[in-house]
């Protein structure tokens, strides 16, 4: 069954510090995504992909990068974690961009203390 | 550039009743919409999806969504609640003409009371 899965569950981190979030999926998909989603709001996208080995920036990339070493994996990557990007955190595939159904990991809970 | 709102942050019914979960979209072309669930602590799930054709589209689970260009609206429904419908509904709307991005709206909160 085709599945995305994220590492870590949850993880908190300090100002400052470099944090990786990591994304695989086994759906044989071309598009992946990056969301955060804050308390009691819907989802804000920070970066995607569509293909290897390449990424774009989304509606609020600042403070993140991202990258896509093969089809299956995706990560987002904070260099300097801060107060502010405490969140969860959903890496997402989908088929052929907007017009398809994305499918969705479980999340990841990130706390920056 | 589409946008989309759910007016309602919260919704309360009892188990059996029926209920309406509002989504009004803003979008001069043509739109791809769908509907997602997320239950507590897990990723959002696809319930159904509107493109063209037949403006009542049904998903899983007994939802049913209808597509308004009149009222750019496409408003989830369902007959028969049950306790385990309880989580919080995404509405979310991308341009037809292609390309990456979806946006969801904030969500409705949905609790059924036994």
């Known amino acids: 069954e085709a599945a995305v899965t994220q590492s870590p569950r949850s993880k908190v981190a300090v100002t400052g510090g470099k944090v990786t979030l990591s994304c695989h999926q086994t759906?044989?998909?071309?598009?992946m995504y990056w969301y955060r989603q804050d308390t009691g709001h819907g989802l804000r996208l920070i970066h995607y992909?569509?293909?290897?080995?390449?990424?774009e920036k989304g509606d609020i990339p600042d403070g993140y990068k991202a990258s896509r070493p093969s089809q299956e994996n995706f990560s987002l990557i904070l260099e300097l974690a801060s107060l502010s990007q405490t969140a969860v955190y959903f890496c997402?595939?989908?088929?052929?961009?907007?017009?398809?159904?994305?499918?969705f990991g479980p999340g990841t809970r990130l706390t920056v203390l | 550039t589409q946008t989309v709102s759910q007016s309602d942050a919260h919704v309360t019914v009892f188990e059996g009743d029926s209920v309406e979960l509002r989504c009004n979209y803003s979008?001069?072309?043509?739109?791809?919409l769908s509907w997602y669930i997320q239950h507590h602590g897990h990723g959002l799930q696809f319930l159904l999806k509107?493109?063209?054709?037949?403006?009542v589209v049904q998903g899983v689970n007994g939802f049913e969504a209808e597509f308004s260009k009149s009222d750019s609206s496409f408003h989830l429904r369902k007959a028969s609640v049950h306790w385990s419908d309880s989580a919080v509904y995404f509405c979310?709307?991308?341009?037809?003409?292609?390309?990456?991005?979806?946006?969801f709206g904030s969500g409705t909160r949905l609790l059924v009371s036994p």
């Open positions: 979008y001069g072309g043509s739109i791809y």
């Open positions: 979310a709307v991308s341009a037809g003409t292609g390309g990456y991005k979806v946006v």
């Open positions: 759906n044989n998909h071309d598009y």
């Open positions: 992909s569509y293909v290897a080995d390449s990424t």
């Open positions: 997402a595939s989908s088929d052929w961009g907007a017009y398809a159904e994305q499918f």
């Open positions: 509107y493109y063209s054709g037949n403006p």
